[in-house]
């Protein structure tokens, strides 16, 4: 059942038995990180809840209403709740609009059922606001939280939900869905390490072009040590022109370079992220010190937290640069 969800068997099969169940939990918590195929499930999994024949298979009209794959989705019974755009979390208004949706019955299905999207962005307010509904759940219904991170959501909600851990999948399921979505074999490959398991992220990095950013970054790598390092960086796109979410995806692909130089510069190569790059980044490692590689990447771990502030794209490209050169040096 759900096959259309990669992987999460375990998951899949707890979902199964809660369908046959008489007595259900009226929360669960889906929690893992981005892109692992979380909503994806639940969305599934709520077709089948609120399917009439119970298979979720497009042969009622309670599934004809959710229809997610064309955006037909009027089911008077299923909710979701989402993040307003441009806002950084889910609001309390939203939570009390929640809330007067609990003196509604279910309309159509035997059930309504209800997924909050990123959950655990609810601040204080809107999440107090939340666990009124979880202290006195209506009859016949389900919530379903999706989380990257459980440890921001407050200890009462936990404490009243079902956990369902969403866990990395295989790098060879990732190559294969990459692969069956005409991604070639190479760029799979290095993708699905590139993304540690998430189907999502994968497929996100493949439509940012990520590998060009890669490249550039690993160029910059190879000229070091710089002669003149303020001339050499005048001028360069990736200093002086990137937007935030360009530089940060340069900044991450920067990272996991030095990650594994430091890996090879330590004999360590079996599960390196630019799998296909082992031989250049051996190359690379020879006029590193280990100590310098680890002081690197403790400046790209600084950068990537300031380009998530406010602080300039340029100020924070151009001294990290700077920063690395100078390791690379010692």
Known sequence: MWDSVLGHEQNKEFLQNFLQRDARPHALLFCGADGLGKKKLALEFAKTFLCLNGKGDDGCEACRLLNFADGNVSHPDFILVQRLPDKAGLLIDQMRELNKQAAFAPVLSKNKICIIEDADTMNEAAANSFLKLLEEPPAGWLIILLASSEDKLLTTILSRVVKLRFNPLAVADVKKLL????????????????????????????????????????????VLPLAMPLNYLAGRAWVEKYERAEAILFVRLLQLLLRDMLFVKTGVTANLYNCDLQETLTALCGGWQPQGLKKALAAVNDAYKALNTSTGVKLVMENLALKIDNFRKE
């Open 179 to 222: 692969v069956e979505r005409d991604v070639t074999a190479e760029e799979s490959e290095v993708l699905a390490r590139v993304s540690e398991g998430s189907v999502g992220t994968a497929l996100n990095l493949h439509e940012q072009n990520a590998l060009e950013y890669r490249q550039t970054a690993l160029s910059f790598l190879e």
